[in-house]
């Protein structure tokens, strides 16, 4: 009760809570929200270029598709690329950084060594390289951002495991003959659980955002897909007469980041009071 009483009185994080209830609400419930979800795919050359009005009221891109439906569809697809990234991610990180920060030796060493590597190049650098040596499409997209995200999660596993590993109730687990995975996965890794939630909410809107710029890349989601990048990318050679082609996507991605990363900065102060932000 205190710590959801905590959670209440920061303002910022209930925002990016709202934002992110809200974004999934959206997803989950889009064919339904969306004004014409069928015609979201389909050609109307005659609609073509709408500026926002009743019937459209985020205007119409290059083929006359409704904009507020490919927006509200596009929200699915950016939480599932999230989820799916975050989660695969989670999945090699989590165990390698288990292992690192528990064995130490030889075998701490090659994992991190290997995590300093990757960690020494920008994420968006390396997902491009990935993404290149691989036909474009979403499911590369995911592959690309998994390959790339799962360091900063062995990172933050291997500190805390270090850390917990000289804990008392580890100590008193080793003596009476618990084994190795028994102390890992019941023990060790549900007392790190805080700071891996917390680093894969902030994930999710970096993911969605890194994806995006692949989608804007060429090198994501491929038409007809109604992705936010993608979006973006089309609507360049309508600039600035189609203002409302680029506008309405670019928010939904901002807004959606913002409220991911409100969100994890106010879970980061809940879990640990010293990295809090000031105010």
Do not use: C
Not at 39 to 66: C, E, I, M, V
Not at 82 to 106: D, E, K, N, Q, S
Not at 110 to 121: E, G, H, K
């Amino acid at each position: 009760m205190l710590i959801l009483r905590k959670f209440a009185r920061d303002i910022p994080a209930l925002i990016g809570l709202v934002i992110v209830v809200v974004v999934v609400i959206v997803a989950v419930v889009g064919p339904w929200l969306a004004p014409y979800p069928k015609d979201a795919y389909a050609s109307h050359l005659l609609q073509r270029l709408k500026p926002p009005s009743s019937a459209f009221p985020f205007g119409t891109d290059n083929l006359g598709r409704d904009m507020l439906s490919r927006v509200i569809l596009g929200a699915r697809g950016a939480l599932e690329v999230a989820l799916i990234v975050v989660g695969v991610a989670a999945a090699i990180g989590v165990p390698l950084g288990l292992v690192a920060g528990y064995r130490g030796g030889w075998v701490s060493e090659s994992i991190m060594r290997v995590t300093d590597v990757f960690l020494a190049l920008p994420q968006l650098i390396l997902a491009l390289a990935l993404a290149q040596l691989m036909t474009p499409s979403l499911e590369s997209a995911m592959i690309a951002l998994a390959l790339t995200y799962w360091p900063y999660f062995t990172r933050l596993v291997f500190a805390e495991t270090r850390r917990l590993q000289s804990a008392l109730f580890v100590d008193a687990l080793r003596g009476i003959g618990a084994g190795d995975a028994r102390i890992l996965f019941l023990h060790i890794l549900p007392n790190a659980m805080s700071p891996i939630i917390v680093r894969a909410t902030i994930g999710m809107g970096f993911t969605i955002l890194v994806a995006a710029v692949l989608g804007f890349l060429g090198m994501g989601a491929t038409p007809p897909q109604p992705d936010w990048g993608l979006t973006i990318s089309e609507s360049r050679s309508y600039l600035p007469g189609a203002w409302w082609y680029s506008i309405f996507p670019g928010l939904a991605i901002l807004v959606t980041v913002l409220g991911f990363n409100m969100l994890g900065d106010g879970l980061r102060d809940l879990v640990d009071p010293r990295l809090r932000r000031s105010r």
